[in-house]
């Protein structure tokens, strides 16, 4: 796992971001915590197709599962930033979801004993910083690993009972025919690179993905690539949420996407059987953790590190 030279992983940084990620008084109204968009049991996602920040803001953008994102080359869906440490604080004080500022947080923060006690044993005396926020954030984050569904056996452990016969056929489609590997490729499935597929083109206010960060022209209407790991649990897909289903997906993809100026070039119309279809969906289905089927909030542990709300008096 990459782990940043001046954030090391710890066992104190790690259970104080455990305690910000799930505590809504980073919030500016006490109400939103990390967790509220980011939940174990959707596989950190919210299954809204936006969400919902203070007052009922409505976000631009599908919630990506967090599941795996230590080895994320850049983060968000158009990739403005490249670290956790960088992505953890701009949640905090975007207008729409959490709403708050740095400087009301630290304030809070600097005035809570159990904090006090908690940022002293992750950073040692001194005062409370922003930076070491992000770094306790990320470095939770960085334990939220998962990779043991039914293809990671069948593929690393060689267990040829972990997929069945309509899957390995789904599996073999989607490295060939489908052209899902294309794009979603490696063991994480993305290949960290950015691509128009038309999802939301046309529709208004009209989304430019990458090319905001960027203003490259090139890059209008592209987005990162997403993970397909555990996507059973992370409904509904795509980064506006507009796709119910993944049989809604893998339609989308066989008819060609929706054409516009920038489309990718490697997006074609697909000419899938129902019965083709049927087991590419299957194998799909492999790539969540049977654990993952529905995660519990009390007592899951991914990557070691446990995923429960912090409770008051904690």
Same mark, same amino acid.
């Given at each position: 796992m990459? #782990?940043p030279?001046?954030?090391?992983?710890?066992?104190e940084?790690i259970?104080?971001?455990?305690?910000?990620f799930f505590?809504?008084?980073l919030?500016?109204d006490?109400?939103?915590?990390?967790a509220?968009?980011h939940q174990?049991?959707?596989? %950190?996602?919210?299954?809204?197709r936006i969400?919902?920040?203070?007052? !009922? =803001?409505a976000?631009?953008r599908? #919630?990506?599962?967090?599941l795996?994102?230590a080895y994320g080359?850049?983060l968000?869906?158009d990739g403005?930033v490249?670290?956790?440490e960088?992505q953890?604080?701009?949640?905090?004080?975007n207008?729409t979801?959490?709403?708050n500022? @740095?400087?009301?947080?630290?304030e =809070? $923060?600097?005035?809570d004993s159990?904090?006090?006690r908690?940022f002293?044993?992750? %950073?040692?005396?001194?005062?409370?910083?922003?930076h070491q926020v992000a770094?306790?954030?990320?470095?939770?984050?960085r334990t @939220?690993v998962a990779?043991?569904?039914p293809?990671d056996?069948?593929?690393?452990?060689?267990?040829?009972?972990?997929?069945s016969e /309509?899957?390995?056929r789904g @599996?073999?489609l %989607?490295r060939?025919?489908? =052209?899902?590997?294309?794009?979603?490729?490696g063991?994480? %499935?993305?290949d960290?690179?950015?691509?128009?597929?038309?999802v939301?083109w046309g529709?208004e206010p009209?989304d430019l993905g990458?090319?905001e960060?960027?203003?490259?022209?090139?890059d !209008?209407?592209k987005?990162k690539t997403?993970t397909l790991?555990?996507?059973t649990?992370t409904?509904?897909y795509?980064?506006d949420?507009?796709?119910?289903? $993944?049989e809604?997906?893998?339609d989308f993809?066989? =008819?060609?996407a929706n054409p516009?100026?920038h489309?990718d070039?490697?997006? !074609?119309? @697909?000419?899938?059987?129902a019965?083709?279809?049927?087991?590419?969906? #299957?194998f799909l289905?492999c790539?969540? !953790?049977?654990?993952?089927?529905?995660?519990?909030?009390?007592t +899951?542990a +991914?990557?070691g590190?446990?995923?429960? /709300?912090?409770r008051s008096g904690?």
């Amino acid at each position: 796992m990459p #782990v940043p030279l001046d954030n090391p992983l710890t066992a104190e940084k790690i259970e104080l971001g455990r305690r910000l990620f799930f505590d809504p008084g980073l919030s500016r109204d006490g109400t939103v915590s990390c967790a509220t968009c980011h939940q174990a049991e959707k596989a %950190f996602t919210d299954g809204r197709r936006i969400p919902l920040g203070i007052e !009922q =803001r409505a976000g631009r953008r599908n #919630v990506p599962t967090l599941l795996n994102c230590a080895y994320g080359k850049s983060l968000f869906w158009d990739g403005r930033v490249v670290s956790l440490e960088d992505q953890a604080l701009l949640p905090l004080t975007n207008p729409t979801e959490m709403g708050n500022t @740095l400087e009301a947080i630290l304030e =809070r $923060l600097r005035s809570d004993s159990t904090y006090l006690r908690l940022f002293g044993a992750a %950073f040692g005396e001194g005062p409370i910083t922003d930076h070491q926020v992000a770094a306790a954030l990320a470095s939770y984050q960085r334990t @939220l690993v998962a990779a043991n569904s039914p293809y990671d056996r069948y593929v690393l452990l060689k267990d040829e009972t972990a997929l069945s016969e /309509p899957a390995r056929r789904g @599996l073999e489609l %989607f490295r060939s025919k489908a =052209r899902c590997a294309h794009c979603h490729e490696g063991e994480l %499935f993305t290949d960290q690179k950015f691509h128009n597929t038309g999802v939301s083109w046309g529709k208004e206010p009209l989304d430019l993905g990458r090319y905001e960060h960027t203003r490259r022209e090139g890059d !209008q209407g592209k987005f990162k690539t997403p993970t397909l790991r555990h996507l059973t649990l992370t409904a509904p897909y795509m980064h506006d949420g507009s796709l119910a289903t $993944l049989e809604d997906v893998i339609d989308f993809y066989d =008819r060609g996407a929706n054409p516009n100026p920038h489309l990718d070039g490697a997006i !074609q119309p @697909l000419n899938l059987s129902a019965a083709e279809k049927a087991d590419l969906l #299957v194998f799909l289905e492999c790539l969540s !953790q049977p654990s993952h089927g529905r995660l519990s909030m009390e007592t +899951v542990a +991914v990557g070691g590190a446990e995923t429960r /709300p912090v409770r008051s008096g904690e």
